[in-house]
Each structure stands twice: as structure tokens, then as C-alpha cells.
T-cell receptor
């Protein structure tokens, strides 16, 4: 069974703290993604990575950084947490889409990490 | 990046068919149309995808307009367990990752 695991379901942090959100996938996927989800705003892409040590900005990268030192692990880092980063964070992974190989590039999501910054 | 537009919410009675629309007027010729759904307290999960032809699987059907500028996810008999947020996204045919934008989706309510 394919699995994307996020390290914490619930976190409470204080303003200014450094926060690490960890995501691990066991499917040998090349692509990994971090989204945040807020009421009325849907899922918004923060960063994504298509290979180890490679990263690209999504739609809302400000205030975040990421790390991909190993293929299976993609970390989201909040250098100095702020209250407006209180949100649900979702990690996803997918294979590289390879045309008509039968791989559709389906995204597999973790269960999410709900972060509250006080 | 190609974007999609969906209604914010829809309602259905149990056992009735549901048609969830999605507009993607700026779709490119190599974009796949993917649908995902998000049940309460869970991450989104894949439902179905298509390129040009209509598609069926055990969960749903996908009807794609001839000009590919819109598509419709069809749940043939809605159940209470189908109450979720449904997202339509465009998946570029590419060898590397690309920005996959989900938007706000359609919240489907199913009532008895």
C-alpha cells in the first residue's frame, strides 16, 4: 500500500519559533509537494521538488523554505513562525509523468499537519 | 499556468446522480484533466483522469467536452460517503514536476 507520512498531525508553536514539518514517502517517487489549506482559499502550492536537492517555488513560497536531502523525504521549514502561518499543511508525492507509459502522475497525499502558531 | 473554475458548492440527494462541472478554457493540448476529492479530515485522493475521451472507473465517470475547455465529473448514485470537496486540476504532460494548482474545489453535500 502506497503511503505518504507526515510527522505530526497537530503542532502548536509560538511566534518566532523555527518549525520543521517532515514528509516521507515509501513509493520511490521523484516529485514531492507541499501545500497549505485554508478555509475559502483551497489548496495552495508552497514548494515542490522533482529530484533530490532540487526545489521550485510554488504560488506562496514567502516565509517558507524546503529541504530534500533524500529522495523519500521532503521537509518544510518555517524559519520564524508567524500567526498567519496557522494552517493545515499537506504533503504529496507523485511519479514523474512519462507520456503514454501508463503512469498518470497521480498525486498521493498525506493526512495533513495542522499547525497553530500562537 | 492553466487554471480551472468550479462552483463553490453543490447539493444532491442520496441515490441521485451528481454532475460536477469544471471549466478550463486555457487548457493546452497536452494537459490531462485530473479529479481529486477530499473527505473530511483527510488529504485529497485521486478519483479519475482523462485527456480527450470520456472515461469510466469504479468511482465515477468523466465527460470531457469536444473542445476540452470543460469537463464534468459524474457520480452515478451519490451516497453520504461521497460528501467531500472535489477538485479539478490540469496535469501537464511533462517529464518533470510542475506547479499543480488545486484551487478551492466544489463542496458536495449529500442529503437523505
Amino acid at each position: 500500500d502506497v503511503k505518504v507520512t507526515q510527522s505530526s498531525r497537530y503542532l502548536v508553536k509560538r511566534t518566532g519559533e523555527k518549525v520543521f514539518l517532515e514528509c516521507v514517502q515509501d513509493m520511490d517517487h521523484e516529485n514531492m509537494f507541499w501545500y497549505r489549506q485554508d478555509p475559502g482559499l483551497g489548496l495552495r502550492l508552497i514548494y515542490f521538488s522533482y529530484d533530490v536537492k532540487m526545489k521550485e517555488k510554488g504560488d506562496i513560497p514567502e516565509g517558507y523554505s524546503v529541504s530534500r536531502e533524500k529522495k523519500e523525504r521532503f521537509s518544510l521549514i518555517l524559519e520564524s513562525a508567524s500567526t498567519n502561518q496557522t494552517s493545515m499543511y499537506l504533503c504529496a508525492s507523485s511519479l514523474v509523468l512519462l507520456g503514454t507509459s501508463g503512469n498518470i502522475g497521480e498525486l498521493f497525499f498525506g493526512e495533513g499537519s495542522r499547525l497553530t502558531v500562537l | 499556468d492553466a487554471k480551472t473554475t468550479q462552483p463553490n458548492s453543490m447539493e444532491s440527494n442520496e441515490e441521485e446522480p451528481v454532475h460536477l462541472p469544471c471549466n478550463h478554457s486555457t487548457i493546452s493540448g497536452t494537459d490531462y484533466i485530473h479529479w481529486y476529492r477530499q473527505l473530511p479530515s483527510q488529504g485529497p485522493e485521486y478519483v479519475i483522469h482523462g485527456l480527450t475521451s470520456n472515461v469510466n472507473n469504479r468511482m465515477a465517470s468523466l465527460a470531457i467536452a469536444e473542445d476540452r475547455k470543460s469537463s464534468t465529473l459524474i457520480l452515478h448514485r451519490a451516497t453520504l460517503r461521497d460528501a467531500a470537496v472535489y477538485y479539478c486540476i490540469l496535469r501537464p504532460l511533462t517529464g518533470t514536476a510542475s506547479k499543480l494548482t488545486f484551487g478551492t474545489g466544489t463542496r458536495l453535500q449529500v442529503t437523505l
